[in-house]
Nanobody
Framework: VQLVESGGGLVQPGGPLRLSCAAS????????MSWYRQAPGKERELVAR????????YYTDSVKGGFTISRDNAKNTVHLQMNSLKPQDTAVYYC??????WGQGTQVTVSS
C-alpha cells in the first residue's frame, strides 16, 4: 500500500495550488480518501474527505469555499485544489486512505 503526494510548494497569499496523490497496492475505488494537514506547533487536522465513489465530500469550516477535493478512480488519484490560499494554510499536507494508510506528506507554504 502506497500513497505519494505531489504538488506542494511556495505560493503567494491569494494564489492557487493543486495537490495530487497517487495510490497503489489496494483497491482505491473501495475507500474514502482524505487530506489532512499539520502546521508547525499544531495538531494534525482533517482538511477534506471524499467518499469512495466521489459522490460525497466533507470540508473543515476554514477551507469551505476555497478548497475542492476530487478523485479519479480510473487513475487511482485524489486531488486537492486549493484557491485563495492564506498564510494560515501553511502546513504539511498528507493524503490518507480510509484503511489508515498515510502518505509521506508535501509541504505547502503560503508567504509573500
Amino acid at each position: 500500500v502506497q500513497l505519494v503526494e505531489s504538488g506542494g510548494g511556495l505560493v503567494q497569499p491569494g494564489g492557487p495550488l493543486r495537490l495530487s496523490c497517487a495510490a497503489s497496492g489496494f483497491t482505491f475505488s473501495s475507500y474514502a480518501m482524505s487530506w489532512y494537514r499539520q502546521a508547525p506547533g499544531k495538531e494534525r487536522e482533517l482538511v477534506a474527505r471524499i467518499s469512495f465513489s466521489g459522490g460525497s465530500t466533507y470540508y473543515t469550516d476554514s477551507v469551505k469555499g476555497g478548497f475542492t477535493i476530487s478523485r479519479d478512480n480510473a487513475k487511482n488519484t485524489v486531488h486537492l485544489q486549493m484557491n485563495s490560499l492564506k498564510p494560515q494554510d501553511t502546513a504539511v499536507y498528507y493524503c490518507v486512505a480510509q484503511l489508515d494508510c498515510w502518505g509521506q506528506g508535501t509541504q505547502v507554504t503560503v508567504s509573500s
